[in-house]
């Protein structure tokens, strides 16, 4: 899932409420999210993502916070539709319950199972939800009881768009970090290696940094690569070789995996180049960034990344597509991926050369952490940052007349949280063992990039992208915005 998120509202943070018993009805584990966005919540879940930001403490204000509503996403139905499974008006049959279950779920449990773990959770209902971060393939909706009770509800969903995972858990709760000083404690004490950057880039041409936790090494970025393939199409648009309203077409010689939403249609679909960049920030869809990178050609967009200020461009040349990255991370057997890794740049070249056309058939299920071997794409907090900047000045040229829209459509954080800021820009990113989650915030006078890279060799440590993205919300939070 890429940390591509949709936050809605954040759920609450100090309140100390559990829930007596909470019903697990699968485990959750990474899923199909090397490109993905969870949260981009950019899938930071997401996108991402995964919202988990300072809210009320008090009981009664909690009780207060409106309904939200659950986004028309392919998650998001499923998300409905257990809400409605668990509202004692509209109970479900077996056969209903066992139809939304992908094969991994059913293997865990059978549909008259499900609809007796739903009569439990009904019971203590009625619940409405109060906080949904998601991306199109993983979301989290907090939902809350009359009694006040919070729980968690996390669906995954599998390449069918069926149900591959599904979690009843008490709601995350964490105490914001109130100074640099609490922040710089919590990347401390985070489950993977992160690094955390607050940059002040009011004046692009000497940037300032204003927090900085953990090393600052090239680290695995996930979706984030994106943003280069952004910046090339802009150039491509300025040259005169594209414009945002030619079309890009579906094959199945360049179909990926999720997330996204394009690889479902069928061959010979075509959509604007203005609408697949869009896709490719907002919901961090793979098929659309493939589709992109052919029709700029690999090579402009490995020349963003000189262009765009990366400090070591070598780490990611050749650039992959998205479904080179599935077939190299954990297709043949790991056969790609041992090649890849002892490869040059020359025999990386030749190694794409060889791959099949269209995406490779592997498990729903990732397990495996394939960054070590180099097969991701890599950037330095500071490459980011240097991306971001100069994606701020393609905005301001006519051919970049969209990216603001392109953007900021999905900001990675609850309104409520960016709200002193006139624009945000995010993109985030996501796979087995890797969490990147990056903003470009401005106000009338001022702007920031805030960057935080977390990696790690167990894929459990970035499996909750929540106190990764809480540490990110605290960071906003301190800005002296003015």
């Given at each position: 899932m890429d940390i591509s998120t949709t936050p809605v509202r954040p759920p609450s943070t100090t309140a100390r409420r559990r829930v007596a018993a909470a019903l697990a009805l699968g485990v959750l584990v990474p899923v199909l999210a090397a490109c993905g966005d969870a949260t981009d919540p950019e899938s930071p879940v997401s996108s991402a993502s995964t919202a988990a930001s300072p809210a009320s403490s008090d009981a009664t204000d909690a009780a207060d916070v409106d309904p939200v509503e659950v986004p028309d996403t392919a998650v998001g139905r499923e998300v409905s539709w257990v809400l409605g499974a668990i509202d004692p008006a509209t109970p479900v049959t077996a056969e209903d319950a066992a139809a939304h279950l992908g094969e991994a779920a059913s293997a865990a449990i059978s549909g008259e199972e499900l609809v007796v773990a739903f009569a439990q959770v009904a019971a203590s209902g009625p619940w409405r939800v109060v906080s949904y971060t998601g991306t199109e393939t993983e979301a989290v909706a907090t939902i809350r009881s009359p009694a006040d009770d919070e729980l968690d509800l996390t669906v995954t969903l599998d390449e069918a768009g069926l149900v591959s995972a599904l979690l009843f858990a008490p709601a995350f709760e964490r105490t914001p970090a109130t100074s640099w000083e609490e922040l710089t404690a919590a990347v401390a004490a985070m489950p993977a290696e992160t690094t955390l950057v607050v940059v002040d880039v009011t004046d692009p041409a000497a940037p300032s940094e204003v927090f900085a936790a953990g090393d600052e090494v090239a680290a695995p970025i996930g979706s984030v690569f994106k943003l280069y393939v952004l910046g090339a199409v802009v150039q491509a648009v300025a040259d005169g070789t594209l414009s945002w309203d030619d079309t890009v077409t579906v094959t199945d010689a360049l179909r990926s995996l999720p997330s996204g939403e394009l690889q479902n249609e069928p061959a010979g679909?075509?959509?604007?180049?203005?609408?697949?960049?869009?896709?490719?920030?907002?919901?961090?869809?793979?098929?659309?960034?493939?589709?992109?990178?052919?029709?700029?050609?690999?090579?402009?967009?490995?020349?963003q990344l000189v262009a765009m200020g990366h400090s070591d461009p070598g780490l990611n040349r050749p650039f992959l597509m998205t479904r080179e990255l599935f077939w190299i991370g954990w297709g043949d057997d790991g056969a790609y991926r041992e090649r890849w890794a002892g490869a040059d740049e020359a025999g990386r070249r030749a190694l794409l050369a060889e791959l099949p056309e269209g995406p490779p058939e592997i498990a729903t299920v990732l397990d495996e952490v394939v960054w070590p071997d180099g097969a991701d794409w890599f950037a330095t907090p500071d490459d980011i940052v240097a991306a971001h900047v100069a994606l701020g000045r393609l905005a301001e040229t006519p051919a970049g007349e969209p990216l603001a829209q392109i953007l900021g459509t999905n900001p990675g954080f609850a309104p409520d949280q960016v709200a002193e800021f006139d624009t945000v820009a995010f993109k985030g990113g996501s796979s087995t063992g890797e969490l990147a989650l990056t903003w470009r915030l401005t106000t009338s006078d001022a702007a920031w990039v805030v960057v935080l890279q977390a990696r790690s060799e167990d894929p459990a440590a970035t499996a909750d992208p929540r106190p990764y993205v809480g540490a990110a919300g605290d960071a906003v939070a301190l800005l002296d915005v003015g």
């Open positions: 679909t075509s959509v604007t180049v203005r609408e697949a960049a869009q896709a490719m920030i907002e919901i961090s869809d793979n098929t659309a960034t493939d589709l992109l990178i052919d029709a700029v050609g690999r090579a402009a967009v490995e020349d």
